[in-house]
């Protein structure tokens, strides 16, 4: 609970608040200059955990310490060294600018630090200490990027991007500090009771289980993150903008939404976190989980669909206020079409990558990891083909296309897999209330889109998305919603 409140305070002003403010200062060709280059250093971001922290978390709470502390170092600098090397790799074949990638690859090295020495923390049961120093690099990295912000006339073009990749950089290296001093100082925790120590697998057991985890982990990246970096080679000329520079250009468009996909994710990420250990506890003594699912799923579902309809029916006011600058004048009249298409189709999205957060934590809980394995690798497959067909033809509005192709496929492959499994009774749950709320939520914007122009139709849609939001919770939670609260705090799921 201590750890959701603190990202729910740090992670929306982050994105919310730094990152659209630099993106408005910087413009959207210089921005999506940067997203490129952070997306392309996400990438293969997963080789730097390749399963490590979870081995040493469990291995660290059972036994108190480290004891393969030189093996798991020589992995961590061995994955490090291929992560380098295939960055390197596609940076050099796609001729990006080393001075903004150096310090991307840099932070995510620093990052995979952080994310070690917090495992070692969280298997001494250090849970304070964690909340804290898992939003700490943010915390630094927003002070130093609103002095730039709003104390200088420096943030501009190139050297905009640097500085504000460099107070990552000082973000990360603070929190990699204290957490030095945590493991200095606090010193090792005591010994769990017979019953809380938990069983470590060997080490080599770890390496097999683990090679499926980074194969999947690796192709999902890969269908989530190499989207901007298509964009910037095929996206064709848009508003006078060529080659490359419209590329950037439509990069920088598609995280305006892209960001706004990353702060509605948070919710269901951090339900995930929650979720993983009740499911895996219920399915290992063979105790039914479909309270559990589909009270998560309904929630998410509630929350997408609302987001979906609120961008289709404000869309061009949330980007207006956001972005405000940016669609001044008649040219950009297109371009503000052309970003809210892309809204729209990332909010879909958010629906799609809501459910896997729920479907996929479940059978990740299962052990299936060859199974998710191979069907990450399809929608690796499925994304870059939409996304070379879309693109060259509608730019970044092809790649929100294909995004919302490629998770909806995953989620309902997801879904089907849930659905058969042995610990969930299908039979009892009212599966018609999940169309019938998509159905409710079009009937909505049809009338709305039927509404002659007069005067106050600003105000007949708000009071039409609030009856929509009301009566989509009614019907997807139902009675529940007055047990919700109750029940989540006696099974830890909110």
């Not at 961590?76 to 050099?92: E, H, Q, T």
């Not at 790649?399 to 009892?428: D, E, H, Y």
């Amino acid at each position: 609970m201590w750890l959701q409140a603190l990202n729910w305070l740090v992670k929306p002003i982050w994105i919310l608040w730094i990152e659209r403010t630099v993106q408005v200062q910087l413009g959207n060709e210089w921005y999506g200059r940067y997203f490129v280059h952070f997306n392309l250093g996400l990438l293969f971001a997963v080789l730097l955990d390749a399963g490590l922290n979870a081995y040493v978390s469990r291995e660290v709470a059972s036994k108190g310490r480290l004891e393969n502390r030189n093996r798991v170092l020589g992995l961590r600098l061995f994955f490090g060294a291929i992560y380098v090397a295939l960055v390197g790799i596609v940076a050099y074949q796609q001729q990006l600018d080393w001075r903004i990638l150096a310090i991307v690859v840099v932070n995510q090295i620093l990052a995979s630090v952080l994310l070690l020495m917090r495992a070692v923390i969280q298997g001494r049961q250090l849970f304070i200490s964690d909340g804290f120093l898992s939003v700490a690099d943010r915390l630094i990295a927003i002070i130093l990027s609103a002095w730039f912000l709003f104390g200088s006339n420096s943030f501009i073009g190139l050297n905009g991007i640097v500085i504000f990749l460099l107070a990552q950089t000082v973000g990360y290296a603070v929190a990699v500090l204290l957490g030095w001093y945590l493991l200095r100082f606090e010193g090792n925790r005591t010994d769990s009771p017979a019953d809380e120590i938990m069983e470590v697998p060997t080490f080599g057991r770890w390496t097999r289980e683990v090679i499926w985890f980074v194969a999947m982990a690796l192709f999902m990246s890969v269908f989530t993150r190499i989207d901007a970096l298509m964009i910037r080679n095929l996206s064709p000329d848009l508003m006078g903008y060529l080659g490359l520079e419209s590329g950037y250009f439509q990069a920088g468009i598609y995280a305006q939404s892209y960001r706004l996909l990353d702060a509605g994710l948070i919710f269901s990420t951090l339900m995930s976190t929650q979720l993983l250990p009740i499911f895996s506890k219920n399915i290992k003594e063979g105790k039914d989980n479909t309270v559990y699912v589909w009270l998560s799923f309904r929630l998410v579902w509630f929350v997408g669909l609302v987001a979906l309809f609120t961008a289709y029916i404000f869309g061009d006011e949330i980007l207006e206020i956001l972005y405000g600058a940016k669609w001044e004048g008649g040219p950009e009249t297109a371009l503000a079409l052309h970003s809210h298409r892309i809204f729209v189709y990332l909010m879909g999205t958010f629906v799609a990558m809501s459910s896997i957060h729920v479907f996929g934590t479940f059978i990740t809980a299962e052990g299936r990891m060859k199974w998710l394995t191979v069907l990450a690798l399809m929608a690796m497959m499925l994304n870059i083909g939409v996304n070379f067909w879309l693109i060259p033809k509608y730019g970044a509005s092809g790649a929100g296309i294909s995004a919302l192709i490629t998770q909806w496929f995953f989620a309902s492959a997801c879904g089907v897999r849930v659905w058969k499994s042995t610990t969930v009774n299908t039979s009892s749950l009212k599966w018609k209330i999940i169309p019938m709320s998509v159905i409710y939520g079009c009937l909505i914007v049809l009338v709305l889109h039927n509404i002659p122009l007069i005067s106050g139709k600003y105000w007949i849609e708000i009071f039409a998305m609030a009856i929509f939001s009301v009566g989509a919770l009614w019907m997807l939670l139902g009675k529940e919603i007055f047990g919700l609260m109750a029940r989540g705090k006696s099974n830890d799921l909110i």
